[in-house]
């Protein structure tokens, strides 16, 4: 069983950045693929972004590709995601999850089954 902890969030003015991190335990980290989630109150969880195991392959959604970076150390098991240019309704929880299956580079929200606790950035206008 995976842990994941998430640190970096916080409150920055609008076209301001930040960098999230995600430190991973408990398995072996680099051969599970990855992803960043956010969640605000009263709308559904949002993949942002997702990153294969070697780091290679990412994907992005729409409303961050070319503002936000997804990247991985394997070898600190670390996640990051860097967010720049950031924007009002970019405010939510931050999540980072891990896919179930090793090397499984589909990115379908539905197959990461393994979730940190969250962090809460907060951007203001």
């Known amino acids: 069983q995976v842990q994941l902890v998430e640190s970096g969030g916080g409150l920055v003015q609008a076209g301001g950045s930040l960098r999230l991190s995600c430190a991973a335990s408990?398995?072996?980290?680099?051969?599970?693929?990855v992803a960043w989630f956010r969640q605000d109150p009263g709308k559904e969880r949002e993949l942002v972004a997702a990153?294969?195991?070697?780091?290679?392959?990412?994907d992005y959604a729409d409303s961050v590709r070319g503002r936000f970076t997804i990247s991985r150390d394997n070898a600190k098991n670390t996640l990051y995601l860097q967010m720049t240019t950031l924007k009002p309704e970019d405010t939510a929880v931050y999540y980072c999850?891990?896919?179930?299956?090793?090397?499984?580079?589909?990115?379908?929200?539905?197959?990461?089954?393994?979730w940190g606790q969250g962090t809460q950035v907060t951007v203001s206008s």
């Open positions: 990153i294969s195991p070697s780091g290679v392959r990412t």
């Open positions: 999850a891990s896919e179930n299956i090793p090397y499984r580079t589909t990115f379908y929200p539905v197959n990461f089954g393994s």
């Open positions: 408990g398995r072996t980290f680099s051969i599970y693929a």
